[in-house]
């Protein structure tokens, strides 16, 4: 499955976002979904994921503020961020995967590129 992120941008401390995955190539409902970010120097972090069954996951320093969702009848999934902070400022990717564990980046089998999302305080 190929995976094409978008939705990100420049917005002040306190604004909301909204990013996209559009997914290709095969029947999206069959993987799970995740979010993470990354910033320089440091490893890719776990933001949020869904399953195939719809549950969802969170890290705790997002949760009651990203919700992740996800459409399979139109292939994409969705990444809601509100109350964002300076500290939210990283390069988002999404990411695919079969069967459970949604927290290790290793455990994910497609990659979409990353979109840039900067928080000003």
């Known amino acids: 499955v190929q995976l094409q992120a978008s939705g990100g941008g420049l917005v002040q401390a306190g604004g909301s976002l909204r990013l996209s995955c559009a997914a290709s190539?095969?029947?999206?409902?069959?993987?799970?979904m995740g979010w993470f970010r990354q910033t320089q120097g440091k490893e890719r972090e776990f933001v949020a994921a869904i399953s195939t069954s719809g549950s969802t996951y969170y890290a705790n320093s997002v949760k009651g503020r990203f919700t992740i969702s996800r459409d399979n009848a139109k292939n994409t999934g969705n990444l809601q961020m509100n109350s964002l902070k300076s500290e939210d400022t990283a390069v988002y990717y999404c990411?695919?995967?079969?069967?459970?564990?949604?927290?290790?980046?290793?455990?994910?089998?497609?990659w979409g590129q990353g979109t840039l999302v900067t928080v000003s305080s």
């Open positions: 990411a695919a995967k079969v069967g459970i564990g949604y927290v290790s980046p290793a455990a994910y089998d497609y």
């Open positions: 190539g095969r029947t999206f409902s069959i993987y799970a």
